[in-house]
T-cell receptor, first 114, second 113 residues
Framework: AQSVTQLDSHVSVSEGTPVLLRCNYSSSYSPSLFWYVQHPNKGLQLLLKYTSAATLVKGINGFEAEFKKSETSFHLTKPSAHMSDAAEYFCVVSRSGGSYIPTFGRGTSLIVHP | DTGVSQNPRHKITKRGQNVTFRCDPISEHNRLYWYRQTLGQGPEFLTYFQNEAQLEKSRLLSDRFSAERPKGSFSTLEIQRTEQGDSAMYLC???????????FGPGTRLTVL
């Protein structure tokens, strides 16, 4: 069994300040973890992925995430927010290898103020 | 290849009608997934194909829903006797690796009146 919890439904930041979007997961298997972004009226786009290599994962557009097994967390961060980062962000857990069903979190809406 | 495509992008139908959606995955991807997304929620898994074989189907999927992937290329999702609760965005994704990243299409927005 697996599940993912995004701890904040909305996060509001000012442009130029750091971003932190929190994600906790549970999985009976060695997990693969992903963050996706969804801009309004656009498809889901992969930001970054963790698949049991380096625990600090760098993604596109300056985002990164750290896999912490002891805390079962995979939080997404960015040092400095841009207006274009305003979007919905989804944390996803799946099982490494084999047939699987990925589980999406409910999403965190990132709001960026000028 | 420009990515995953879905048609139509929007569909409005009356309750009780049947609808069919199409998904064309990235050509070299042998795995294809269907999801449903409602407002304020994350995508909910519906079904999964590896090549032409339907390997997983959500227990939440009503028997009014059926999906096919003939020849392991494009896929269709049909909803029979639509209900207002079927109104949602239907997303298709493809991937080349089990457990790997998925590439999503733009979705088909269904409105049932």
């Amino acid at each position: 069994a697996q599940s993912v919890t995004q701890l904040d439904s909305h996060v509001s930041v000012s442009e130029g300040t750091p971003v932190l979007l929190r994600c906790n997961y549970s999985s009976s298997y060695s997990p693969s973890l992903f963050w996706y972004v969804q801009h309004p009226n656009k498809g889901l786009q992969l930001l970054l992925k963790y698949t049991s290599a380096a625990t600090l994962v760098k993604g596109i557009n300056g985002f990164e995430a750290e896999f912490k097994k002891s805390e079962t967390s995979f939080h997404l961060t960015k040092p400095s927010a841009h207006m274009s980062d305003a979007a919905e962000y989804f944390c996803v857990v799946s099982r490494s290898g084999g047939s699987y069903i990925p589980t999406f979190g409910r999403g965190t809406s990132l709001i960026v103020h000028p | 290849d420009t990515g995953v495509s879905q048609n139509p992008r929007h569909k409005i139908t009356k309750r009780g009608q049947n609808v069919t959606f199409r998904c064309d995955p990235i050509s070299e991807h042998n795995r294809l997934y269907w999801y449903r997304q409602t407002l304020g929620q994350g995508p909910e898994f519906l079904t999964y194909f590896q090549n032409e074989a339907q390997l997983e189907k959500s227990r939440l999927l009503s028997d009014r829903f059926s999906a096919e992937r003939p020849k392991g290329s494009f896929s269709t999702l049909e909803i029979q006797r639509t209900e207002q609760g079927d109104s949602a965005m239907y997303l298709c994704a493809s991937s080349s690796l089990a457990g790997g990243p998925q590439f999503f299409g733009p979705g088909t927005r269904l409105t049932v009146l």
